[in-house]
């Protein structure tokens, strides 16, 4: 599935409303046995951090795919931006920002960032044991 999220649109809705659909008991051969939540919230994130801080000339758009691989899900948030200093941060407790990619690295089983295929920066996350065997 590869949903666009267009910059004005609000990431914490827009994003993980496809997957929570795409994620439903009974599609893609299985009930899910991660937390649809879990995979939301890292997902709304990820888009948050992408509009935020993608830097580009190109429009600022923003693609997510996902894909089951096995028993796996496999979440990929894609940008135009070059790839850039994307890290994990652990920041102060009285900072109001910064804390994206700790709750991902908290709920996936990993996460990945680099360039993407064709051009821009990739940031994806993993759970395995998605899907009940």
Request: aromatic share 2%; no cysteine; glycine share 12%.
């Given at each position: 599935m590869r949903p666009i999220i267009p910059p004005t649109s609000c990431p914490a809705q827009a994003?993980?409303?496809?997957?929570?659909?795409?994620?439903?008991?009974?599609?893609?051969?299985?009930?899910?046995?991660c937390s649809i939540e879990n995979c939301a919230l890292m997902i709304s994130e990820l888009v948050t951090n992408a509009i935020c801080y993608g830097t580009s000339d190109a429009p600022r758009e923003v693609?997510?795919?996902?894909?089951?691989?096995?028993?796996?899900?496999?979440?990929?948030?894609?940008?135009?931006?070059?790839?850039?200093?994307?890290?994990?941060?652990?920041?102060?407790?009285?900072?109001?920002?910064?804390?994206?990619?700790?709750?991902?690295?908290?709920?996936?089983?990993?996460w990945h960032s680099g360039p993407g295929r064709q051009g821009g920066t990739v940031v994806s996350f993993l759970v395995a044991d998605a899907w009940l065997a």
């Open positions: 994003a993980p409303a496809p997957l929570r659909a795409s994620l439903a008991p009974g599609r893609h051969g299985g009930v899910p046995a693609r997510v795919e996902w894909f089951r691989e096995g028993n796996a899900l496999r979440v990929e948030v894609h940008n135009p931006g070059l790839p850039g200093n994307v890290r994990l941060r652990h920041q102060d407790a009285d900072e109001a920002h910064g804390r994206g990619l700790l709750l991902v690295a908290s709920l996936a089983d990993s």
